[in-house]
């Protein structure tokens, strides 16, 4: 049986692909998410489902929020629990919460910390679970990317590919999109540069995975949360604001109206 693709893409080399996706871009997401809706309520805490190293969990214990993280990536959770006032960590599944019913204020999806499991029904487990621990009148935060755009910049079918640099790494990313599938798939090669320090997180012959994340409409995103009792409240088209049509992200915010079914 071959491990899934999300068990070996994050990793404790992630960071360094994503560095660009740093605190200061982090930390304007958190500054807009409480400007489209509370993110805290009754006094109970905050959900942050897929925290990976904990960039999100830094700014909302800096902000005074009583939050939690989850994630399956235990290299991740091992680089959160360093961050300074590391809040408590659970690793887990998304799609198997272990957290009781109606115990969050808010629950969080950041970064496209959704569409993993393939098709659309494979990937309501998981807005089931986020509807069962969240307390009615909470909400889901959703940050997505712009699915619209992801068609149609790569609709055509054909593979897109870039290499870059990173602190020792060599990165070569393959992106395509399966319109029969709606799946957008980059494969991932990693390589150690020569004299670099990047043996701590890397093996000696490098790295090959392929990340797929499902691309869904808008419309199915929101009948696939309406199931569950949640509801879209606000959105917006990125971390700046901005009307959601045309942005670069899908920022869906999601009121839970009753218990899920």
Not at 154 to 182: A, C, D, P, V
Request: proline fraction near 5%; hydrophobic fraction near 40%; glycine fraction near 10%.
């Amino acid at each position: 049986m071959s491990v899934p693709w999300f068990e070996v893409a994050f990793g404790a080399h992630y960071p360094e692909i994503y560095a660009r996706r740093d605190q200061a871009e982090a930390d304007q997401c958190l500054q807009l998410l409480p400007s489209l809706a509370p993110l805290s309520i009754h006094g109970l805490p905050v959900l942050d489902l897929g925290c990976g190293d904990g960039r999100h969990l830094s700014s909302l214990r800096e902000a005074q929020f009583n939050v939690i993280g989850l994630d399956l990536s235990a290299p991740l959770l091992n680089l959160a629990s360093k961050r300074p006032h590391s809040p408590p960590l659970v690793r887990g599944d998304m799609r198997q919460l272990p957290f009781a019913d109606h115990s969050f204020g808010s629950v969080l999806s950041l970064f496209t910390a959704f569409g993993y499991f393939g098709s659309l029904a494979k990937n309501a487990y998981m807005v089931q679970q986020v509807a069962r621990v969240l307390s009615t009148g909470g909400h889901w935060f959703l940050d997505y990317f712009n699915c619209d755009k992801v068609r149609d910049e790569l609709g055509s079918g054909e593979k897109f590919q870039r290499e870059r640099t990173t602190k020792g790494l060599k990165i070569t990313e393959t992106r395509m999109y399966s319109q029969n599938e709606s799946i957008v798939s980059k494969e991932v090669q990693l390589e150690k540069i020569p004299g670099s320090d990047a043996s701590a997180y890397l093996p000696a012959e490098g790295l090959k995975y392929t990340e797929q994340v499902a691309v869904f409409g808008l419309d199915e995103i929101d009948k696939l949360a309406r199931h569950q009792g949640l509801i879209r409240v606000a959105s917006a088209g990125g971390y700046a604001g901005g009307k959601l049509a045309g942005g670069d992200r899908w920022i869906l915010v999601y009121r839970k109206q009753q218990d899920s079914k």
